[in-house]
């Protein structure tokens, strides 16, 4: 790695004196994490990149490597309709007291995945004991789900309303989404319980 470098291809010559270890460690793998992290800003925001940071400290790997109170409590003021004031002080003293019970329980200790860490705090009826904290695990998986279900409707939304289709209502729009979206429910109803439905909304308003 401490040898010369040179592209393959071109001539020894008026070439860059620069090493091996430095072409892969600048030139190729610099590059690679600017590009990511450039891609991660573009995509995330400020609030959606501290959600994640602060989500990734219920992550029960290497025995609760990551657990760090405040970021805990600050992803939890992130929810102001799940934890009140009062609440958050309560949470703060769970906190203290929940890293250090799981990080003694040997039932514990191979646990990978905050999935995993919902699924055996239930087992261990900890979800009793800690409830404010395993509220904070129930909302760190629902996240994922619910972003990923807002950009679904994006997505949606883009084939539903098009250049030539700009002047769309919005009631129109959210009857055409709900069927675009949920599809998959759409499939299971006949046509004939369709048409039979819109002949007898029309019979109704010949009747009024």
């Not at 490597?65 to 703060?92: C, G, H, T, W």
């Amino acid at each position: 790695m401490d040898e010369k470098f040179v592209a393959p291809g071109r001539s020894r010559r008026n070439v860059e004196e620069t090493t091996n270890l430095h072409h892969f460690r600048v030139e190729v793998f610099y590059s690679v994490i600017d590009l990511q992290i450039r891609e991660l800003n573009d995509r995330f925001n400020e609030v959606n990149t501290e959600l994640l940071i602060c989500m990734a400290c219920l992550d029960p790997s290497y025995v609760f490597s990551a657990f760090d109170k405040q970021k805990l409590i600050r992803l939890a003021k992130f929810y102001p309709s799940n934890f009140s004031p009062v609440e958050l002080m309560v949470l703060e003293s769970q906190l203290g007291t929940y890293i250090l019970d799981v990080r003694s329980r040997a039932e514990l200790s191979n646990v990978m995945g905050i999935g995993e860490l919902a699924i055996k705090l239930v087992k261990l009826k900890m979800d009793d004991t800690y409830p404010l904290v395993y509220l904070l695990v129930k909302l760190a998986l629902l996240l994922p789900v619910a972003t990923a279900t807002v950009e679904r409707a994006f997505s949606s939304m883009k084939i539903m309303k098009t250049r030539l289709r700009n002047r769309m209502g919005d009631e129109w729009m959210n009857d055409s989404l709900v069927a675009y979206i949920e599809r998959g429910i759409l499939k299971t109803i006949d046509n004939d319980t369709i048409m039979n439905r819109f002949q007898n909304m029309k019979t109704r308003r010949g009747v009024l």
